[in-house]
Structures are given as structure tokens and as C-alpha cells.
């Protein structure tokens, strides 16, 4: 398969583009841009050679999906799967008096927005895959069950990107296209802190799992963890 991972110089994206080259798909890895660190995507590009392919995507950009899908739609003739894994975590513990409404717009610009803005640009060659399946990483922060307040802005982006999901399923997946919203689980990244008890390396193991899963027409649970165990919108 052909995986497009967004975010994929560092934690959970970096995992997936590893355990993805591992099972033996090719991986667009894309990286934000000309400022983030891709010394950890050199080993993959050393050991598996050309199924290994930088492109730049800022997912705050729409010029620069746009540019990125161009140049991935002249190489290649189509992508099985899109992971959004790019994500940022602005203002949590913040009360709602001290609410940065700049944070709030950041935050629905990268985990909402994104998202969105790769899935339009990039379908004409989603469509084209073989596999055709969508996974956005989302969060138990996202689920109404999660909910432990002062999380404004990264649970909403979260709790949206749900529904981004449930729209996407409803309109692609009478069509064939697989659609998910998966919490990766609390993994020891940038984002997840040190004291997190997962491992990125296991997340991407099961998010793989789900990707690479022959499901029914109906695709299953939409919002679901890692493991595929269904969550509460
Ligand atoms: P990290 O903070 O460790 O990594 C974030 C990644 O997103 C980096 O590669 C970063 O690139 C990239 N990124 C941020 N903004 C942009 C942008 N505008 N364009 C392109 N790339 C961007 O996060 P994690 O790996 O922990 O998180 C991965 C996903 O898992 C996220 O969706 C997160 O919300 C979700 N998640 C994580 C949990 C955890 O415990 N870690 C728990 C629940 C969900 P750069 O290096 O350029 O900044």
C-alpha cells in the first residue's frame, strides 16, 4: 500500500512511517516544512530507499496541500491510505475567562482544518488507491466522555475532527472508502509528555492493523482507540 502520513518527522507520525516501511508499504511522510527536523526520517529513507518519499505539507496551509498534491499526483498514481496525524496542543487547563480565542483558531487551523483541507486536495488520489481508506487521529479529549474541562481548544479541534470523520463516512463510504476517527491511546511523545504509559511504536502497530483490516461495508464503529475499540463520540 501507499500510506501518506501528515506529521511524520516525529512521534506518532514518525512510528506509523516506521512500522509502515517495516510491513512493507511505501510512505509519503509529510513535514511541515523547511523548519522542522527530519534527522529521524533519514535512517527510513537509507534502509527502504525510493518507498520512502518526503513532502512537505503544512496542514495550516492550503497552499501548500495544494502544492504538495500536485507534485505527489505526478509521481504517483494513487495513495491507499491517508493518515492525519499532524496536531498541535494549545492552552489546556485554561479557564474559560482566560480563553485565548488565537489559540482556538490555531487549533481548528492544524487538527480540524487540516485534515479537511488534506482530505480535499489529495481525494482525486485517494480515489485511485486500491485500499482507499481515511484515518484521522483524534483524542479521547474529542469524546464527550473525556471531557475534564479547561481543554478548550484542543478538545473542540478533537470533538470537531469527529464529525469531520462521520460527514467524510456518510458521503465516501458508500463509495468504498474506509473511515475512522482513532484515538491513539496517552503515548510518551512531544505532545503526550514522558510520564505517558503507551509507546508510539504500539499505537502504530494497531493503527496499521486497522488500516490494513478488511472490514464491512459499513466499516464499523466510527471513533474507536487503537486497538479498535470503540469510543463515545
Ligand atoms: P507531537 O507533538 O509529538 O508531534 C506533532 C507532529 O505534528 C509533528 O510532526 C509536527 O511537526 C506536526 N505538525 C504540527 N503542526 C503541523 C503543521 N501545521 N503542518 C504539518 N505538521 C504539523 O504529537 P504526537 O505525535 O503525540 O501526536 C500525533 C497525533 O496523536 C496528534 O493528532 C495528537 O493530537 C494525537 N494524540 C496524541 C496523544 C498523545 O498522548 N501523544 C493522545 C491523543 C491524541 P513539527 O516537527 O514541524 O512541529
Not at 482556538?104 to 485500499?131: A, C, D, M, W
Not at 484542543?154 to 470523520?165: D, E, R
Request: proline letters at 4%; glycine letters at 12%; one cysteine or more.
Amino acid at each position: 500500500m501507499r500510506i501518506l502520513i501528515t506529521g511524520a518527522n516525529r512521534g506518532l507520525g514518525l512510528a506509523l512511517a516506521r512500522e509502515a516501511c517495516a510491513r512493507g508499504h511505501a510512505v509519503l511522510a509529510g513535514v511541515r516544512g523547511p523548519g522542522s527536523s527530519v534527522e529521524q526520517l533519514q535512517p527510513l529513507i537509507e534502509q527502504y530507499g525510493d518507498r520512502v518519499t518526503i513532502l512537505p505539507i503544512d496542514v495550516a496551509d492550503e497552499n501548500s496541500i495544494r502544492y504538495a498534491s500536485e507534485q505527489a499526483a505526478v509521481r504517483f498514481e494513487g495513495i491507499d491510505v491517508i493518515i492525519n496525524s499532524a496536531a498541535i496542543l494549545l492552552g489546556r487547563n485554561q479557564k474559560l475567562e482566560q480563553l485565548d480565542l488565537e489559540q482556538l483558531e490555531q487549533s481548528f487551523q492544524t487538527n480540524l482544518y487540516g485534515p479537511i483541507l488534506v482530505l480535499k486536495h489529495f481525494l482525486p488520489l485517494l480515489r485511485k488507491g486500491q485500499r482507499q481508506a481515511v484515518i484521522n487521529i483524534s483524542s479521547e479529549a474529542g469524546s464527550s466522555a473525556g471531557a475534564y474541562g479547561g481543554d478548550y481548544s484542543y478538545a473542540l479541534s478533537k470533538s470537531a475532527l469527529n464529525m469531520f470523520s462521520a460527514q467524510l463516512r456518510a458521503e465516501l463510504g458508500p463509495q468504498g472508502m474506509l473511515v475512522h476517527a482513532v484515538h491513539p491511546g496517552w503515548i510518551r511523545t512531544d505532545m503526550g509528555g514522558e510520564q505517558a504509559p503507551g509507546d508510539a511504536e504500539e499505537s502504530a502497530r494497531g493503527i496499521l492493523d486497522l488500516a490494513e483490516r478488511q472490514t464491512t461495508a459499513e466499516g464499523g464503529a466510527l471513533f474507536i482507540d487503537h486497538r479498535g475499540v470503540p469510543m463515545r463520540l
